[in-house]
């Protein structure tokens, strides 16, 4: 595949919420011709007023597009905008891409990737993690899965998103590494809550130990960013606990697959079922906190 | 109490470990008088040939120093060495101090203040975190608690050894924040090898893995510094499993005593309890990945 460029390489982008409108716009800076098509037609308005042209149906901006963006919520949103009546799949064209950015199903991944090959039709999954912000300043770190020669082709349009892009081998690695990075968020959340609960009962001023522990062996993103954020009692997304909840299912329907225990990810798994139950499924991960303070009949202090 | 100086504070050094003989070399090299025993005494010798002077028993050391540390590594240990035969109690003047800097018991360090206090010397818990390296480079974080007066007046010897420095509160407070410290690094360790099993299983290259996922919002200190020792198989100690595990331990009783549930310190501690099993006790924490392995039936090569 011959690399993209503006003035030739027309866009598709299929989910403009808050990470798909943000990434889309640096597309269209950049120069490129845009079509997008989003559920809520209202959230694509601002890109429109930038120059994006609308189409009606995930087919019509594969009809228009040589190189298509999804950006949806869940699995099954992503099946029906490719797959299913008036998806992708009836638009698109020998020689187009398909490159899913959301976070989801490393078989699903490749099911598309198959799919989509017998029509002539490469698919990348390409997931993100860095969140809102990182999606805003296009500083994304972008895990590809896909055949090299298509993701050296893109490059130009990754480029535009994120900062750290790094393909990890072939349809279904993007997603498998993004699945990497929420087992590895998953139990470190647990940490830094047992931490700042271990700590509160105990009679210590949480801010003085965030600093004691943030800068050592124990340090994380997670304890300097989301720590402070539930001293504050700041609970606020971020990064949705329902979202999360999906990936780690997916994770361990994974790790199932391939015949793993972990154990950890388990357990972070049912404690953020306590947190939906406590009803803070729209609320950042951190509200991790809620479900052990529940746990032990705890409620801290805002601080 | 009057801030210590050299030529005017005699110290004492119980305690000559790989660690404590790198903090105590530092407090001679800053000038003050030191007196030194160790159970072994060829680990003190380094000391003496810089100057220090060899004490026969904890008690000589107390007879001999107006600030006493002691650096040994279990409570039983620490224990021995103040309250019992020859311990440093049968040794200490009023006006003096004890300055436990060793990871123990929050509990205990209270029980040594109260005793010590009645004798009109004061006792302080700082424990740190760091490792061999932070101890070498005196760049430890020090973790404080006892009386503030105090502990002002300590400070110069702190800064020795020590970079970050914070005072948490009464006796006992230093105790509780390194134990807020293993407890964030408890769950974390299972992030960590999880994510790399994961991976593994995955098919990934590991490394683009940790590459990918270490700066971003999963990102940890120890993903990005034990994570590249566990692709190597470098399972030497950093820090001892059976170190890790006698913390873990402490925190879990303390975590039964303040009546709160902490299941992923739990979960932690059962895992290395299988690290101790295989055989690990001497390796470091890393060593985390050989119980996860071990479960699943899988052995990651070195790459």
Chains 1, 2 share one sequence.
Not at 219 to 229: Q, T, V
Request: aromatic share 6%; hydrophobic share 45%.
């Amino acid at each position: 595949m011959e690399p993209v460029a503006p003035g030739k390489t027309r866009v598709g982008w299929i989910g403009t919420g808050v990470m798909g409108a943000a990434m889309a716009g640096h597309i269209r800076e950049a120069g490129y011709e845009l079509t997008v098509y989003n559920r809520t037609r209202a959230k694509a308005e601002p890109l429109l007023a930038r120059g994006a042209v609308w189409a009606p149906t995930p087919r019509e901006v594969a009809r228009r597009s040589d190189v298509i963006f999804t950006m949806v919520g869940f699995p099954a949103d992503l099946r029906q905008v490719v797959l299913e009546t008036d998806g992708v799949i009836h638009g698109v064209t020998a020689g187009s891409v398909l490159v899913d950015m959301g976070t989801g199903e490393p078989a699903l991944a490749r099911e598309l990737y198959e799919t989509l090959q017998a029509r002539g039709v490469a698919s990348v999954d390409a997931p993100v993690s860095g969140g809102d912000i990182g999606a805003r300043n296009a500083s994304l770190s972008i895990m590809i899965g896909g055949d090299a020669e298509v993701v050296a082709g893109l490059m130009p349009l990754f480029q535009c998103m994120g900062k750290l892009i790094i393909h990890h081998g072939p349809a279904g690695a993007g997603q498998h590494a993004k699945m990497c990075n929420q087992v590895l968020i998953a139990s470190s959340m647990i940490s830094v809550c047992e931490c700042l609960l271990y700590g509160y009962k105990a009679g210590l001023d949480l801010r003085k130990v965030i600093e004691s522990v943030g800068s050592g062996a124990a340090g994380s993103w997670a304890i300097n960013n989301l720590g402070p954020r539930i001293l504050k009692r700041d609970f606020d997304p971020g990064f949705f606990v329902e979202h999360f909840l999906k990936d780690m299912g997916i994770a361990l329907a994974e790790a199932g697959r391939m015949g793993i225990a972990l154990p950890g990810l388990a357990l972070a798994h049912q404690l953020y079922q306590s947190v939906k139950a406590l009803g803070h499924g729209r609320s950042g991960t951190q509200a991790l906190m809620l479900a052990l303070e529940r746990m032990s009949n705890v409620e801290m202090p805002a601080v």
